[in-house]
């Protein structure tokens, strides 16, 4: 490998300095910028290309390509190109460029993750509690909120007290993009709500506002939500990993299985893009498939004789 500089190098050092500086990215997103633009700077070191006009669409095509055959994953490709599409159109800012050569390229699509979730059963025994502490009250209404309501994480640590209308009926949830929605409350969420409530005062509250608070009355952070689901999975001996939005995955796929109506629950999960919901129809598919696998007479298995 050459150790000689890029003769490109000071165009993308000033690109980043203009990220660092007058776009305030943060340390991260720095980070990750100058790890791509890195991948670039070796290619065209390699390419000894040494003006930005003879980047053309078809050697960036074929340095994907190669990144693709050398093991870089989808979304690591996407991201890749990504940077590549802003260097440029910084640099065509700058007068540098005339063209941005990355704008019509697209890198190979991720293929999409089913969402885990929780059957009936395994909600049931989460949600199974006896003891009537203030933090156990509290916990037992996250939890029943999360699957009652499909909400995230940030939404429900977000909620105040003034968040719900009609008696606990409706909760209004600040999602994301700063939307706001409007999302039924069940009946036994809305029970536990109200014990929490009375449990509420029994801690030292700081925050007037928060619905939900730590042990030192202040507005509970995400983290301590994700961990409180996780001690409440271990202790009904189900898997550690259970997390918060486990149990929007649960809401969504049980309640699509029963009513098959796309649309509401994207309304209800707040997806502006039908297409994310669409996720638990393959997920709903999966289980029909396994369930026919496994009972249909001309789709079982037999065993091979010897």
Same mark, same amino acid.
């Given at each position: ?60 095509? @074929?340095? $994907?390509?190669? %990144?693709?055959?050398?093991? =870089?994953?989808?979304? !690591?490709?996407? /991201? &890749?190109?990504?940077? *590549? ?49 203030? @933090?156990? $009250?509290?916990? %037992?209404?996250?939890?029943? =909120?999360?699957?009652? !309501?499909?909400? /995230? &994480?940030?939404?429900? *640590? ?149």
């Amino acid at each position: 490998m050459s150790s000689q500089r890029c003769p490109l190098q000071k165009d993308i050092d000033a690109f980043l300095d203009y990220l660092k500086f007058e776009k305030n990215s943060s340390r991260h997103t720095l980070a990750a910028y100058r790890r791509d633009l890195k991948k670039l700077s070796d290619w065209l070191t390699s390419q000894t290309i040494s003006v930005w006009s003879d980047i053309s669409e078809k050697r960036l095509r @074929l340095w $994907l390509a190669q %990144q693709h055959e050398n093991g =870089l994953q989808s979304k !690591s490709l996407q /991201r &890749l190109l990504s940077s *590549v599409r802003s260097l440029f159109r910084y640099l065509n800012r700058q007068g540098i460029v005339e063209d941005n050569p990355a704008k019509r390229l697209s890198a190979p699509k991720a293929s999409r993750k089913l969402p885990v979730t929780l059957d009936t059963d395994q909600m049931d025994a989460l949600l199974r509690t006896c003891d009537n502490d203030p @933090l156990t $009250l509290r916990d %037992q209404a996250m939890l029943e =909120l999360f699957y009652s !309501s499909g909400l /995230r &994480l940030s939404e429900l *640590v977000g909620l105040n007290l003034g968040s719900f209308e009609e008696d606990y009926q409706r909760v209004r949830v600040l999602g994301k993009g700063s939307k706001q929605r409007i999302v039924p409350v069940g009946r036994k969420a809305r029970a536990a709500i109200r014990l929490w409530l009375s449990a509420r005062a029994m801690l030292p509250v700081k925050d007037e506002q928060a619905l939900f608070l730590s042990q030192r009355g202040e507005r509970i952070s995400q983290r301590q939500v994700q961990n409180r689901v996780k001690q409440q999975a271990r202790e009904q001996g189900m898997p550690t990993s259970v997390h918060p939005h486990m149990l929007r995955h649960s809401f969504a796929s049980h309640l699509l299985e029963s009513s098959g109506d796309l649309r509401a629950v994207q309304e209800l999960l707040g997806h502006s893009d039908i297409s994310t919901t669409q996720i638990y129809t393959h997920l709903d598919f999966q289980h029909l498939a396994d369930v026919y696998d496994k009972a249909h007479p001309r789709a079982r298995r037999k065993k091979d004789k010897d």
